[in-house]
């Protein structure tokens, strides 16, 4: 799954000032089928993987599932998520962003994983992502956020998601 993932349109950024190294935890962290988009979160990506050497940790991650409108303007979307993604960057917090890939149904899956809950919150305010959501409203036939706490305990090999309401 990892070999042309860019030319699949999946794009997998993580915060520049982070450590590229084995133990920054999320490096390297992508799909591990082509359903990912509509498995569990947790079943779709090689978390106990990358996490495997992590001692423990607690994160923040928004999961994004959009139907896309078949007009959508994938142009406008993508200037959009660029902006917002920058302006999260900037605020601090963000760790790693996933972009998924377009299915043939027009689902796609992206998330967010965050230092902590606080720093999402403050992004989510900020004017470059609130323009994003608007223009949400209009590209999707439907999108659903899920959130979710990840833990990874000090002896124990098992991730943790516990899902937000």
């Known amino acids: 799954m990892a070999n042309g993932l860019a030319e ?3 794009l997998i950024v993580e ?12 490096h390297g962290l992508m799909p591990i089928t082509e359903r990912y988009a509509v ?17 423990e940790g607690q994160w923040y991650l928004v999961v994004f599932r959009s139907v896309r409108r078949g007009t959508a303007d994938v142009d406008v ?7 917002a993604h920058t ?13 998924g890939e377009l299915g043939g ?16 919150k ?7 992502h609130q323009a994003a959501v608007r223009v949400a409203r209009e590209m999707y036939e439907s999108y659903l956020l899920e959130r979710y706490i990840l833990t990874k305990r000090r002896e124990s ?9």
């Open 87 to 99: 302006e999260a960057l900037d605020a601090g917090g963000l760790m790693y962003y996933f972009r």
């Open 77 to 83: 979307l993508t200037e959009f998520d660029d902006h």
């Open 157 to 165: 090999a098992e991730i943790e998601f516990h899902h937000l309401s």
């Open 8 to 10: 699949r349109g999946i």
């Open 39 to 55: 498995l569990p979160i947790r079943d779709g990506f090689n978390w106990s993987e990358r996490l495997r050497e992590v001692v």
């Open 15 to 26: 915060n520049d000032a982070a450590p590229f190294n084995n133990h920054y935890p999320f």
């Open 105 to 120: 149904d027009r689902e796609c899956l992206s998330f967010c994983l965050w230092e902590t809950q606080e720093q999402a």
């Open 122 to 128: 403050v992004a989510l305010r900020l004017p470059r």
